[in-house]
């Protein structure tokens, strides 16, 4: 008699995509795949990055066809609302995120890789060297959103907290899920590029990104007069901003009221306002007791991406203050270059006089 064929570990973790504990991690559109891994409550509590730093040598996933996958996803019942924090870069995103599951019920994602693929996706549907047709990638979009909306049973909705990059498809993500609620988190450009020129890793960070950035601001009708080279460090923070700002003006004009522009130096200049007003907007719980723990959280006091480490608002205005004072010149130099793009293009002017009013 033949023996049936064992279950890889693919197959066992596709028969279980019902649950949270099965992520769709990422997806290969050259091989036409998608990677599941196996998940758990603690393990989303605890990442700070739903990308390949939760792989390990003893991860048991496996690859299945995207077609499967799709079909999986569409017999899923009892979906969650799905909510998004978006954001510009540095603005205190996944310290939201954090405080947020303060509310209870809350199952929070944050930075999906998947979600950053889309974004890369979305860049060419509909030019040549696409791999999607726009009706391809419609589906493989509602394909992961149905999944981000999987929950336990004491969720009461999903909050998929975006990298910066991705926030590029937030208008028309939201699209797609129109009972969806977002936040945009931004800083004003001055402190964002004190913000950048701070980190050791910024130079790195600034060209690895400028590229795409660029291309943005290209496609927006708003091209810089210098190619990227020829931006100084101060200069490609700036770029990163008018580019992320951009991505914020698009969502907030496209979906309105559903979409909740948030400065983090007001947020955290006054926390339990600006924390009762978010979890308003995510039709969360903000009674006085949730928001006084979440104004008494220990997250306030830990750096939100690696909480070892000590982190308050008053470590980071010592932060900003030194490096207005070592990175003054490039500051600067950024700043001017904003102004310069504001004067040579006025889609690009409107985009900065929101971001300051």
């Known amino acids: ?10 197959d066992d973790l596709l028969a279980r995509l019902a649950s ?16 599941l891994v196996p998940f758990d409550a603690n393990a989303y509590r605890n990442a ?72 890369e996706a979305h860049d060419v549907v509909g030019k040549p060297e696409s791999l999607l047709s726009e009706s391809g990638f419609a589906i493989l979009t509602d394909t992961f959103l149905k999944l981000w909306m999987r929950g336990y049973a004491d969720t009461k909705c999903a909050i998929l907290k975006a990298t910066s990059s991705a926030g ?17 988190m931004n800083v004003k450009a001055e402190p964002y590029l004190a913000t950048l020129l701070a980190g050791q890793a910024s130079p790195t960070d600034l060209r690895g990104h400028g590229p795409e950035r660029m291309r943005r601001l290209h496609a927006l009708g708003a ?14 923070a700036a770029m990163s901003w008018l580019a992320e700002t951009w991505s914020q003006h698009e969502a907030l004009t496209r979906a309105g009221e559903r979409v909740a522009s948030v400065d983090f130096d007001a947020f955290l200049a006054d926390v339990p306002g ?66 310069r793009m504001a004067t040579l293009h ?12």
């Open 274 to 339: 600006q924390a009762a007003r978010i979890l308003r907007h995510f039709t969360l719980p903000h009674d006085q007791g949730v928001v006084s723990t979440i104004a008494r959280s220990p997250a306030l006091t830990r750096y939100a991406k690696a909480p070892e480490h000590a982190y308050s608002p008053q470590l980071r205005a010592e932060v900003l203050a030194h490096s207005r004072t070592r990175h003054r010149e490039e500051i600067r130099k950024g700043l001017v270059w904003l102004e």
């Open 1 to 10: 008699m033949t023996q049936p064929r064992p279950q890889s570990p693919a």
């Open 346 to 357: 006025p889609a690009a002017g409107a985009v900065m006089t929101r971001a300051s009013g």
């Open 223 to 236: 091209a810089p007069v210098q190619a990227l080279h020829q931006l100084s460090l101060g200069e490609l």
């Open 20 to 35: 949270p504990d099965v992520i769709a991690h990422r997806f290969d559109l050259m091989r036409d795949t998608a990677m």
């Open 168 to 184: 590029r498809i937030a208008a028309p993500v939201l699209a797609r899920l129109p009972a969806a609620r977002a936040i945009y």
């Open 48 to 119: 700070s990055f739903l990308d390949d730093r939760i792989l390990g040598p003893s991860t048991k996933g496996g690859w299945i066809s995207i077609g499967r996958l799709v079909e999986a996803a569409r017999g899923l019942q009892g979906p969650r609302p799905l909510h998004f924090i978006f954001h510009t870069g540095h603005v205190g995103s996944t310290l939201a995120s954090r405080l947020v599951e303060e509310a209870g019920g809350v199952l929070s994602l944050r930075e999906p890789l998947a979600m950053r693929q889309l974004a």
